[in-house]
């Protein structure tokens, strides 16, 4: 099945963890499309499935029972090496504990999905360079991660999920590592890449990074429990969406 103005379709979608009593409902038959250049967020208490949806969302973890479609392709159905090859040039995934490569430069660790994805060493190198500038960390490009503040090693995180100019960059919980201040600019940054149309998942329990969203969904226990499309957010300072400084 084809999607037309949705990049990501979801379909009665459950993931269940071990078997028997022992079992857990980690997400429970959730249904839902993100449009192309929607941004949107996914808010609720720690535990209730936020984590396990994006990786689903993602192809990360294979559901127990529904689809998910990701730019065209049914993910369920697809072969592995199949499936790995759609990760690398349709999602750009950012996470909580950055993850990037300690051994690589900020500009290598950007590089490295464009280098896996075939993209020439050159281009892979420009394109770096380009995000480099976007995220403020032009100066940083030569630094290891163990050289750079937490806020900068997620701003270059958040690079390195564009290099493939992904159709969704999808965010677990991508400010839960930082202060105030290095979650502003991170904040700053989602704000730009939602007024560029980038399409954006992001899960969180902290409602002033939802609210910079253009739609917010409650989930409790495995499931929605609300949906909200929110306005103010293009129109109002950051600062009053989230409280934070500019």
């Not at 984590?51 to 998910?68: A, I, Q």
């Not at 990701?70 to 199949?82: F, I, M, N, S, V």
């Not at 660790?109 to 420009?126: C, D, Q, Y």
């Not at 400010?175 to 939602?194: E, M, P, W, Y």
Request: proline content about 4%; overall charge negative.
């Amino acid at each position: 099945m084809a999607l037309t103005a949705a990049v990501l379709r979801v379909d009665g979608l459950s993931k269940v963890y071990g078997r028997g009593e022992g079992s857990v409902q980690a997400v429970d038959r959730v249904s839902f499309e993100v449009e192309v250049g929607e941004s949107v967020a996914i808010i609720g208490p720690s535990g209730c499935g936020k984590s396990s949806l994006l990786y689903l969302l993602g192809g990360l973890e294979h559901p127990t029972s529904g689809s998910v479609w990701l730019a065209g392709e049914q993910l369920d159905h697809l072969p592995e090496a199949r499936l790995a090859r759609l990760r690398r040039h349709a999602v750009g995934f950012v996470f909580q504990a950055f993850h990037l490569v300690d051994e690589l430069t900020a500009s290598e660790n950007i590089e490295l999905p464009a280098l896996l994805s075939g993209t020439s060493p050159r281009e892979a190198r420009l394109r770096a360079n380009r995000l480099l500038e976007q995220v403020g960390l032009s100066d940083r490009a030569r630094h290891l991660p163990s050289g750079l503040s937490g806020g900068q090693r997620q701003r270059v995180a958040i690079a390195r999920a564009l290099a493939n100019e992904p159709a969704v960059v999808l965010a677990d919980e991508p400010t839960g590592n930082l202060d105030s201040a290095a979650a502003a600019d991170v904040l700053r940054l989602f704000d730009q890449l939602h007024a560029n149309r980038q399409t954006l998942v992001i899960v969180t329990h902290d409602e002033r990074i939802a609210a910079t969203a253009g739609r917010l969904i409650s989930m409790r226990d495995g499931a929605f429990v609300d949906q909200t499309r929110l306005t103010e957010p293009r129109t109002r300072p950051l600062s009053q969406i989230t409280g934070l400084e500019e």
